[in-house]
């Protein structure tokens, strides 16, 4: 599955070599949700972990990436799953303004919340509720985003 999302680099980690042959480096994305900015952590693999040596802290900067999940069962037998964004892109969301796409993180949904799928899927993207919307319904008046 790939996504696009435009954000602010908010940290940029060092390359770990995880094995002789395999490294990875780890960043987080701030991204516009309303109210509540999102911290999304990513990871860069293999030779790709050089790509955000071009960019610093602060950079508007627009990522695609595949989502994958995976099972682990431990030697309890207990079943884990875990969850990970793995970036095979990324380029400066400016760079997007000269081809008319927008640096702000927009998608053209009413929530706007800044990610969605590559073009050429098939899927209409849904925004979850947010906090704010779901004050009413549940009787709460603070704004506390859980």
């Given at each position: 599955?790939?996504?696009?999302?435009?954000?602010?680099?908010?940290?940029?980690?060092?390359?770990?070599?995880?094995?002789?042959?395999?490294?990875?480096?780890?960043?987080?994305?701030?991204?516009?949700?309303?109210?509540?900015?999102?911290?999304?952590?990513?990871?860069?693999?293999?030779?790709?972990?050089?790509a955000?040596?071009?960019?610093?802290?602060g950079?508007?900067?627009?990522?695609?990436f595949?989502?994958?999940?995976?099972?682990?069962?431990?030697?309890?037998?207990?079943?884990?799953?875990?969850?990970?964004?793995?970036?095979?892109?990324?380029?400066?969301?400016?760079?997007?303004?000269?081809r008319?796409?927008?640096?702000?993180?927009?998608?053209?949904?009413?929530?706007?919340?800044?990610?969605?799928?590559?073009?050429?899927?098939?899927?209409?993207?849904?925004?979850?509720?947010?906090?704010?919307?779901?004050?009413?319904?549940?009787?709460?008046?603070?704004?506390?985003?859980?």
């Amino acid at each position: 599955m790939a996504f696009d999302v435009v954000g602010k680099l908010h940290v940029a980690g060092e390359t770990k070599q995880v094995s002789e042959r395999f490294s990875k480096r780890e960043f987080v994305l701030e991204v516009a949700d309303g109210k509540y900015p999102q911290f999304v952590s990513f990871q860069l693999t293999g030779d790709r972990v050089s790509a955000l040596d071009d960019h610093q802290v602060g950079d508007q900067i627009r990522v695609t990436f595949n989502l994958r999940g995976r099972e682990w069962k431990n030697p309890q037998g207990e079943v884990k799953y875990f969850n990970s964004l793995d970036v095979w892109k990324l380029e400066s969301a400016r760079q997007n303004d000269q081809r008319g796409n927008s640096a702000g993180g927009g998608n053209g949904n009413a929530g706007g919340n800044g990610a969605r799928r590559s073009s050429n899927d098939d899927f209409a993207y849904r925004d979850d509720p947010r906090p704010g919307d779901l004050a009413g319904a549940s009787g709460r008046d603070d704004d506390l985003p859980f």
